[in-house]
């Protein structure tokens, strides 16, 4: 592999990684020349009908082999395991090389909104001190995490130029921090049956983002089910997570159906109909709408929970960190000034420790979003919300995390079924310059924005029944370095 290396152009030569860096025990490799933007890529072959294996074709001309990686074959919390441990071995030896590479790598994800939030809670759950930023290829349906960064939401060219180009906006690109979400939901075991997710046939990653906990995990309560789960885009329960679900269903029993972005989305405007998300009064029975089905909870000021008034025709609730959501639509939009004055609302940030809650009565309403400045209904913004399910409201709800949809069994026994989202840190995220999304730290951010984001700061410190608990995310085993490393020396 490493002829391959001197035969590159020079401007490929600047992303190259040698294969010593990626594989323990070889021997040390000459190179002559240091990469600019060191890569590495994790592409989702099965993603975007075909494209993912032609992208992942195209990328291993181009790069090292070994740094391109299927999804499918291996898991990027065992990648990143072996490849950072393999950094600190070498570093030890004095390899200065392999120092400048782990201090510039960047990495590159390829396939949709899950696969991405896949990736941001194995690099979460590494703990590094200088984690590396991310770049995501749109493969997806609704490609939200993409398009909030400015990597566009269509599914790209897999050519030869298409892969050139984009990895040269990689290298121009700039980091952006967003905040990280820790989700948990906790209930009494039920008498009879399981409560345990059900994946729509078995998501592709077997639904990372969101399991229940071991029973050796410092979260688990002899007598209750625990589980836990993170999310950088949203958190949605409710029709829209209902109608995802049954898009993910007939995907995985009819795959030859889903050959192209076009196609998917118009099948999931039309399941969306036969779901009945656009006659849902009708359709949907009202023990499933949001206020029927659950008390919520939301806390603005450190320590101080007040109950979230949500209107009873409100079907979904979103909980959203970023301004994309359903392809590219922005629920929450920009409030003016009357309502930044009289509901202390401010626009949709991505660092400032708030989400933003949303509520839709259904698909009709959903529809404004695409007239200029549409939004859903405004119910708050909040350091953290908890929703508390009422006894015996319905048998099941649907939930979503990030593009991955589940339907969840609820225990009609008891009435201790709580679901709580807190900030949890954050990830560092490439953004080009068509970035929709907003920073707090942005010089021309209004004082008062900036002001609430100083509370936030105290927000986490604040004791109570989790805390002390939201130490990873759901998405990835504990990373653990190999028992040779010396953890003192980790950079």
Request: glycine share 8%; with cysteine.
């Amino acid at each position: 592999m490493g002829d391959s290396s001197s035969q590159m152009s020079q401007p490929l030569k600047d992303f190259y990684i040698p294969d010593h860096i990626l594989i323990p025990d070889l021997e040390p490799e000459e190179v002559s020349h240091t990469p600019t933007c060191p890569v590495i890529v994790f592409i989702n072959s099965k993603s975007g009908g075909q494209l993912g294996g032609d992208l992942l074709k195209t990328y291993r001309e181009l790069l090292n082999r070994v740094q391109v990686y299927d999804l499918g074959e291996e898991a990027p919390d065992k990648v990143l395991h072996r490849i950072y441990g393999n950094f600190e071995k070498l570093k030890s030896n004095g390899d200065t090389l392999a120092a400048e590479i782990q201090k510039r790598l960047r990495l590159i994800v390829a396939g949709g909104d899950g696969t991405a939030s896949w990736l941001l809670g194995v690099v979460s759950d590494l703990k590094l001190a200088q984690p590396p930023p991310v770049a995501t290829v749109p493969l997806g349906t609704g490609n939200n995490l993409p398009f909030s960064f400015g990597w566009g939401k269509k599914n790209p060219g897999t050519d030869r130029q298409s892969v050139e180009y984009f990895l040269d906006q990689v290298m121009k690109a700039t980091e952006m921090q967003i905040d990280s979400w820790h989700i948990i939901m906790r209930m009494r075991a039920p008498k009879e049956g399981t409560c345990d997710p059900v994946a729509p046939l078995e998501l592709p990653h077997a639904l990372h983002a969101f399991h229940r906990v071991s029973t050796s995990d410092s979260l688990n309560v002899e007598g209750y089910h625990t589980f836990r789960g993170g999310f950088w885009n949203y958190f949605s329960m409710g029709m829209d997570a209902q109608v995802s679900y049954a898009f993910h269903t007939e995907r995985k029993q009819h795959p030859e159906k889903f050959k192209n972005q076009l196609v998917n989305q118009g099948t999931y405007a039309k399941l969306g109909w036969t779901q009945g998300w656009f006659f849902a009064s009708i359709s949907h029975p009202s023990s499933r709408n949001i206020a029927q089905l659950a008390k919520v909870k939301i806390m603005k000021r450190p320590g101080h929970w007040e109950e979230l008034r949500v209107p009873r025709s409100i079907r979904s609730i979103v909980c959203l960190n970023l301004p994309s959501f359903s392809g590219g639509l922005n629920p929450w939009g920009t409030p003016n000034q009357r309502k930044v004055q009289d509901r202390d609302l401010t626009a949709p940030y991505v660092d400032d420790g708030l989400l933003e809650i949303v509520g839709f009565r259904d698909a009709w309403h959903g529809l404004v979003l695409l007239a200029p400045n549409g939004h859903g209904t405004r119910l708050a913004q909040a350091h953290r919300i908890r929703f508390e399910f009422h006894r015996g409201a319905t048998d099941h709800t649907y939930m979503r995390i990030d593009g991955e949809p589940w339907k969840q069994p609820l225990p009609m026994d008891d009435d201790t079924i709580v679901v709580e989202i807190s900030h949890l840190g954050q990830v560092n995220m490439l953004a080009t310059n068509h970035c929709r999304s907003k920073s707090i730290h942005d010089p021309w951010t209004p004082l008062s924005a900036s002001s609430q984001h100083d509370d936030e700061d105290s927000c986490e410190e604040s004791e109570d029944e989790w805390e002390g608990e939201r130490r990873k995310f759901g998405a990835a085993k504990t990373f653990k370095f190999p028992e040779e490393i010396d953890m003192a020396n980790l950079s």
